[in-house]
């Protein structure tokens, strides 16, 4: 299954994390605009910046106008999401990316028209990024190289029972090895977000590791599997 547009205004997110043994709120839109609407109402806006530093980097799915490559102090990406379903199973849950405190990162940022439709973009926006609480919608300061600007940021919500900090990077392997979900593999998730940030010459030192040492545990289970069946 694709995420794409289509899936969004069908709500397939949330019919999905709907899943009773996950046991999660799933928001409605009127809660979901609500939050659009106060986050927006925290700026006296000219201009609408969103701060991509995973999957929106190569999927973002809502309209634009323009996007630069952007540099961010005092946040840095890390998988400390868990992902049951999209990304996993409920045995074994797979693992996305979250925006913590502390340290630095470089990303993507998309500038959105302010008109009619940025509503119903946001919304498309909010009901992928937004849907269970996982994150919080955060301002935070961009640098394109020669000027800083304000954005929205989606940061990890760390009272979020799918919030996980305490992996070793071992387990991190694992997870993003094994998992597989109705949306793809963790491992395919990682290696679009390494390709996406390498395609706008970024390198991400601490995913790229991550991402070798996941095509080496892939390797290392096949072959158990070739020598079992031996």
Not at 156 to 172: A, D, F, G, K, V
């Amino acid at each position: 299954m694709v995420l794409n547009r289509q899936a969004l205004e069908s709500k397939l997110l949330q019919k999905l994390l709907a899943h009773p043994e996950l046991n999660l709120t799933i928001l409605s839109d009127e809660e979901l605009l609500t939050s659009i609407r106060e986050t927006l109402q925290q700026k006296n806006l000219s201009q609408l910046w969103i701060f991509a530093y995973g999957s929106l980097i190569w999927n973002p799915l809502f309209e634009y106008r323009e996007r630069r490559i952007v540099s961010l102090d005092g946040w840095h990406r890390q998988f400390c999401l868990k992902a049951p379903l999209g990304r996993g199973t409920l045995d074994n849950p797979g693992l996305v990316l979250g925006l913590e405190k502390g340290g630095s990162c470089y990303g993507v940022a998309y500038r959105l028209e302010i008109d009619s439709d940025l509503e119903s973009e946001l919304l498309l926006l909010w009901r992928r990024e937004m849907v269970v609480g996982s994150y919080l919608p955060t301002w935070v300061k961009a640098f394109d190289g020669s000027q800083e600007f304000e954005a929205i940021a989606f940061t990890i919500n760390s009272q979020h029972p799918m919030y996980i900090n305490n992996l070793s990077t071992e387990q991190i392997i694992n997870c993003l090895a094994t998992a597989k979900g109705v949306l793809g593999s963790s491992a395919e998730y990682l290696e679009q977000t390494v390709n996406g940030l390498l395609t706008e010459e970024l390198d991400d030192e601490e995913l790229i590791y991550l991402y070798e040492r996941v095509k080496i545990r892939q390797q290392e289970l096949q072959q158990k599997i070739i020598d079992v069946g031996e």
